[in-house]
């Protein structure tokens, strides 16, 4: 089993809509959690970096914890073509290597 | 602030060569960790290095190796080039071990 599972999608939606991403977790041992956005032929920008349960807001973005199930979402609310890219989620694995889902494809239509 | 650097941005190399990648952390950071990104693999740890001293290694044959400077830079050389080493190659900086992590642009590495 990966250590981060997340659907690679992909994902299309009309620009306006909200994206609603998620990622699964089997690691407890550390519990922060990291969303990244990634261009193509980029590097990987980070988004958002949350360690506790519950919603954490930046501008249209807000990252989600839900320790229980083990369950991290990421939602984009009035998402633009220039949202479009690759979104990876992170979290540390119990020796410490940071481990990323496969990463889903959004795409905002104009 | 000046974000992560790498140097060079694209790379092209014979099966058989090697080849050294470089990496400019953000200015105050120590720990500067490689990640080998491919379409079928996604993202994969290489190694991390604090302080000099790798505390942490991925998966990968000996033929990838890496070191860090004592003014935090990090180098990752690949020895005896394989086809399959095509790839980006992505170096992020940190702070601290086991923090928020930023990523530099990447090398691609063609192996031909």
């Known amino acids: 089993q990966k250590e981060v599972e997340q659907d690679p999608g992909p994902l299309s939606v009309p620009e306006g809509a909200i994206v609603s991403l998620n990622c699964t977790y089997s690691?407890?041992?550390?519990?922060?959690f990291m969303w990244y956005r990634q261009y193509s032929r980029k590097g990987p920008e980070l988004l958002m970096y949350?360690?506790?349960?519950g919603n954490k807001e930046d501008g249209r973005f807000t990252a989600q914890v839900d320790k229980s199930s083990k369950y991290i979402s990421l939602f984009i609310r009035d998402s633009q073509p220039s949202d479009s890219a690759t979104y990876l989620c992170?979290?540390?694995?119990?020796?410490?290597?940071?481990?990323f889902g496969a990463g889903t494809t959004v795409t905002v239509r104009a | 602030k000046a974000g992560v650097t790498q140097t060079p941005r694209y790379l092209i190399k014979t099966r058989g060569q090697q080849v050294t990648l470089s990496c400019s952390p953000i200015?105050?950071?120590?720990?500067v960790s490689w990640y080998q990104q491919t379409p079928g693999q996604g993202l994969q740890f290489l190694f991390e290095?604090?302080?000099?001293?790798?505390?942490n290694k991925g998966n990968f044959p000996g033929r990838f190796s890496g070191r860090q400077f004592s003014n935090s830079r990090s180098e990752m050389n690949v020895s005896t080039l394989e086809l399959g080493d095509s790839a980006l190659y992505l170096c992020?900086?940190?702070?601290?071990?086991?923090?928020?992590?930023?990523f530099g642009q990447g090398t691609r590495l063609t192996v031909v």
């Open positions: 200015s105050g950071h120590r720990s």
């Open positions: 690691n407890s041992a550390f519990q922060y």
């Open positions: 290095y604090f302080s000099e001293t790798q505390r």
């Open positions: 992020a900086s940190a702070p601290a071990m086991n923090t928020e992590a930023f």
């Open positions: 992170a979290n540390p694995s119990n020796d410490y290597k940071l481990s």
């Open positions: 949350t360690y506790s349960s």
